[in-house]
């Protein structure tokens, strides 16, 4: 008897064949069980990303002599964690924005505070020179919030496919936006003046993906026919940009 009949179906053929009680029990055992087994396959999914810590914290190491190894990171024994492997000075500082897009990212992620392993959180503070970009890229790990401190942004993210959906918002000091994990997204300093935001991720490494450099950067590059084909520009222009980035 299938595992997956409904239950009137279940009950019937076993009145109708005068089948035991335990049939029937059998058969709603087995559907339970199935149902069980789909949670918590979801469940897994879910907690796909960094999981919770399994202790109060679980310092990065990058001496494995008598570590653990724990999501990506050696563990410093708890007793000899000290206060520096939760901290980080010089956020305040404004970054080098003299670049060709105009923009700094300051990274504070389980690199630079190894307390973070395992606690799924990392911070970043960016600086925009007047209009100057956070080009367009992705956080394959994280999803990210972001707070305005100076300056105005235009900002948004695309859906993924096939709406491509634009979902954009201009923000001013004290205004949060979402970028949600994994999605393009970008922010553009439209002013005259220097812009400075803030964000959060939800990951102790949220890693980044920019676009443009990862399509025309790539090492060893992406043959040019690909790239041609894809973005339906001239071959010319492809191995142009190759060189640029």
Do not use: W
Not at 59 to 79: L, Y
């Amino acid at each position: 008897m299938p595992v997956f009949q409904s239950f009137p179906t279940l009950f019937s053929t076993a009145i109708s064949n005068k089948q035991p009680n335990r049939v029937i029990m059998k058969g709603i055992h087995s559907i339970f069980l199935a149902c069980f087994l789909a949670l918590a396959f979801a469940c897994f999914l879910a907690s796909a990303f960094d999981p919770s810590p399994l202790q109060d914290f679980c310092v990065a190491i990058n001496d494995p002599k008598d570590a653990v190894f724990v999501n990506g990171k050696f563990c410093k024994d708890p007793k000899l964690a000290v206060a520096d492997d939760f901290f980080f000075p010089g956020l305040n500082k404004p970054g080098n924005t003299y670049n060709r897009v105009g923009s700094n990212v300051t990274t504070v992620n389980v690199d630079q505070i190894p307390g973070l392993n395992t606690l799924g959180i990392s911070l970043v503070r960016i600086d925009y020179a007047p209009y100057g970009e956070n080009p367009p890229h992705t956080h394959p790990r994280g999803t990210e919030i972001l707070v305005v401190v100076q300056g105005t942004l235009y900002v948004g993210f695309v859906t993924s496919n096939p709406e491509n959906r634009l979902v954009t918002k201009i923000l001013y000091p004290g205004d949060v936006f979402v970028f949600p994990i994994g999605l393009i997204h970008f922010q553009y300093n439209v002013g005259n003046t220097p812009a400075v935001a803030f964000a959060a991720l939800s990951s102790q490494n949220a890693g980044v993906i920019t676009i443009a450099n990862a399509v025309f950067g790539s090492n060893p590059p992406i043959n040019p026919d690909v790239l041609t084909k894809a973005f339906q520009l001239d071959k010319n222009v492809v191995t142009h940009l190759q060189s640029i980035f």
